[in-house]
């Protein structure tokens, strides 16, 4: 009887480590490789107006300028926002618009360096997508402000990968 139980345990341990090692259990705790969502496909290393920046563009985005007394902003869409729905830009001037999302859920603020600078990233949550902002304090009171959101977490992932080759030049 002794035996009997000790090979139903066994059994029983064996089989709850089967089911809560698989695959579905481990990509619950790990992070996704997936390459379709992990990258952005062919991109163009593109000037960043005439701020002495770069960034790797999707050539499924395009980048627009908007000029103003003191700042420019470059804003990057998708050319297809049916499918793509998430927006990027970044502010290069001294004062920029720290505001993030309507309807906030919750904020998570961090500090660090980028760009070789100091920098504070601003992630919100709202019920419909996400929001990181970045803030970079460059020299002689000027800042440069980074912020993308997406409705999805692919898009987001995209869009964070893109940010995230800004260099200078």
Not at 83 to 105: L, M, Q, R, S, T
Not at 129 to 150: C, M, R
Request: glycine share 6%; net charge negative.
């Amino acid at each position: 009887m002794q035996k009997l139980t000790l090979l139903i345990f066994s059994v029983s341990v064996i089989s709850l480590l089967h089911f809560s090692c698989s695959e579905d259990a481990k990509t619950k705790n790990e992070p996704n490789t997936n390459t379709s969502i992990l990258t952005f496909g062919k991109s163009v290393k593109t000037n960043i107006g005439t701020t002495g920046f770069t960034i790797d563009l999707p050539e499924s985005h395009k980048i627009e300028e908007k000029t103003g007394s003191d700042f420019n902003v470059y804003y990057i869409t998708s050319f297809d926002t049916t499918y793509n729905k998430g927006e990027a830009g970044i502010y290069f001037g001294p004062e920029p618009d720290e505001h993030g999302p309507a309807n906030i859920v919750s904020k998570e603020e961090s500090t660090g360096m980028q760009l070789g600078k100091q920098s504070k990233t601003v992630k919100y949550t709202t019920e419909k997508y996400t929001w990181v902002e970045t803030v970079i304090d460059e020299s002689e009171g000027k800042k440069i402000q980074t912020w993308y959101f997406a409705f999805n977490i692919s898009e987001m992932e995209k869009l964070r990968q893109m940010m995230n080759t800004i260099s200078r030049k």
